[in-house]
Every structure is written in C-alpha cells, then in structure tokens.
T-cell receptor, first 118, second 110 residues
Framework: GAGVSQTPSNKVTEKGKYVELRCDPI?????LYWYRQSLGQGPEFLIY????????DSGLPNDRFFAVRPEGSVSTLKIQRTERGDSAVYLC????????????????FGPGTRLTVL | DQQVKQNSPSLSVQEGRISILNCDYT??????FLWYKKYPAEGPTFLIS?????DKNEDGRFTVFLNKSAKHLSLHIVPSQPGDSAVYFC?????????FGTGTSLTVIP
C-alpha cells in the first residue's frame, strides 16, 4: 500500500517568501507529526495532530510556522516570511494512534521536503 | 538542550561481526524508546522499540537493551550485513513528543 508522501520533494525560495509543504499520511492513520531535520541533526519535533486538531504544537519555533489538517487526513505546514535558518528537511510521519506506553504505534515517515531559503 | 544523545557520529564494522550503537538520554520520564534506520534521500524507517518496563527486546538480528538507571540504551546488530549500512537514530518519548538523537552512521565493510 501507499506510504506517507510529501510534496514537493524540493523547494527553493527566497528570504521573506511564503511556502507551503504538504503531507499525505497513510490512509486511516489518525496521528500525524511534523519534524524538521537540519544538517547533522536528528529530526526535531514541530507539531502533532490527532485527527483534525493540533494536540501539541509546542515544537513550532515561532509564529511564522503554522500547520493545518482540516479533514483529518492531508496536512499542510505553512511558513511565512521565510528566513535562511528555516532551510532544512521537513519530515512528516503518521501512525494509527499514538497509543500509550505499552502499545505505542509505529510512526511511518515520508521522504521529506528539502527546503532551501536563499 | 539535547535530551537524547548519540555520541558516536560514525561506526565501521566488518561484515558478520556485531555492531553496537549507543544512545544516552537525560529525561527519566521517557517511557518508550525507538531505533530508526535512515538511508539517504529517504525518511527514517522504524527498526525496533522498547518500553521502559522492559530491559531487552529482540527482533531477528536486532536487539535493543535498556538500562534505566544509567539512562542508556543500545542497539545490537548481529551478524552485521552490508545492507545495514545507514544512519541510525535513537528516539525517546514520554508523551506526544518524540526526541531524536543526532544519529550514528554505520558502515558495514564486506
């Protein structure tokens, strides 16, 4: 079956521009996560959706970052007034449900969107 | 503030031998730990996990050990195969968030 897909795979933009990054999770997965991975670092948590609602957005670095998931499936990460420091690979992951300590559900990652801000 | 640390950025192992990847964490509230494998230009792929109520979990050639008192976990791969060459991330969770280490690049030499 289809895995998590992300579009575009690469995005080059100029400082100050607005960008949208899209994530299509695995069908039926209610939990969706966005991460940012900078060069030489591990994925850094940004936001977590359970269904349509953002259950935890404490990882968003500032108010230029915003994410939506209006129908509980596809999610869009939106970055306003991009800065060079926003350049990174943005990863999306989905899972059936977050579960609890004894039955965490595996997160399936997409291939990521490489964002370059010039 | 890095809550999950992988202090070895790279590791080279001969094919057939054991690979041991290490990970340390600082938050004693973490209750679930995972290892992911990542190839270039792909997203991380789940490998194996362990709950904080256990100290060992085994899946084929992969075994994860958890030492809660030392806040340390390790991934053992035996025997190592050339296809295991990738970047390995450990991750920890105590709720909705997952914290990742910086990764260890494993090279298995044929």
């Amino acid at each position: 079956g289809a895995g998590v897909s992300q579009t575009p795979s690469n995005k080059v933009t100029e400082k100050g521009k607005y960008v949208e990054l899209r994530c299509d999770p695995i069908s039926g997965h209610t939990a969706l996560y966005w991460y940012r991975q900078s060069l030489g670092q591990g994925p850094e948590f940004l936001i977590y959706f359970q269904g349509t609602g953002a259950a935890d957005d404490s990882g968003l670095p500032n108010d230029r970052f915003f994410a939506v998931r209006p129908e509980g499936s596809v999610s869009t990460l939106k970055i306003q007034r991009t800065e060079r420091g926003d350049s990174a690979v943005y990863l999306c992951a989905s899972s059936l449900t977050p579960g609890g300590p004894l039955d965490y559900n595996e997160q399936f990652f997409g291939p990521g969107t490489r964002l370059t801000v010039l | 503030d890095q809550q999950v640390k992988q202090n070895s950025p790279s590791l080279s192992v001969q094919e057939g031998r054991i690979s041991i990847l290490n990970c340390d964490y600082t938050n004693s509230m973490f209750d679930y730990f995972l290892w992911y494998k990542k190839y270039p230009a792909e997203g991380p792929t789940f490998l194996i996990s362990i709950s904080s109520i256990k100290d060992k979990n085994e899946d084929g050639r992969f075994t994860v050990f958890l030492n809660k008192s030392a806040k340390h976990l390790s991934l053992h791969i035996v025997p190592s195969q050339p296809g295991d060459s990738a970047v390995y991330f450990c991750a920890a969770s105590g709720g909705n968030q997952f914290y990742f280490g910086t990764g260890t690049s494993l090279t298995v030499i044929p």
